[in-house]
């Protein structure tokens, strides 16, 4: 204990003087709370972000529109690194792209060696069909066509 003048006249007091109290309940709360929170996320995530199809569909309607405003930098980007290699950016509408304007159909999801990949129907204004193979690399890009039928 220190000696000396106080501020008052009796000397300093502990702060806490109580017993204490066991917070067994709030910790259990507050974990408890944080694993429901992580689970919640987990199953709404696919909710808010929407389904592997409708990711491989937009990117493909993207794609396309990139495409149709000679936005050649878009369209390049968003084939996938093998792609990406294989072709120069001018090289894209001639390798991709139908008659145009060309709309976006079904798509299906297929798994082929334990990847999972997205396949979508692209709707030529001649008539014709093509279908895209789109790969998971940080999101969906599309990896190969070829005509339908």
């Not at 067994?24 to 709370?33: C, D, N, P, Q, V």
Request: glycine share 12%.
């Amino acid at each position: 204990m220190s000696t000396g003048p106080y501020l008052y006249d009796e000397g300093p007091e502990a702060l806490h003087t109580g017993t204490p109290r066991p917070r067994r309940g709030l910790l259990t709360a507050i974990f408890l709370g944080a694993a429901i929170l992580a689970i919640l996320a987990v199953i709404l995530l696919p909710l808010v972000t929407g389904s592997a199809s409708a990711k491989a569909k937009e990117v493909t309607r993207v794609f396309l529109e990139a495409m149709a405003a000679n936005d050649l930098e878009t369209g390049y980007g968003l084939l996938c690194d093998s792609e990406q290699q294989r072709l120069k950016p001018g090289e894209v509408a001639g390798a991709y792209l139908g008659a145009t304007p060309g709309t976006v159909g079904k798509a299906a999801e297929l798994k082929r060696n334990g990847t999972t990949i997205e396949t979508v129907d692209v709707h030529w204004a001649d008539g014709s069909t093509s279908r895209y193979t789109l790969v998971n690399q940080g999101g969906p890009h599309i990896c190969s066509t070829r005509p339908i039928g």
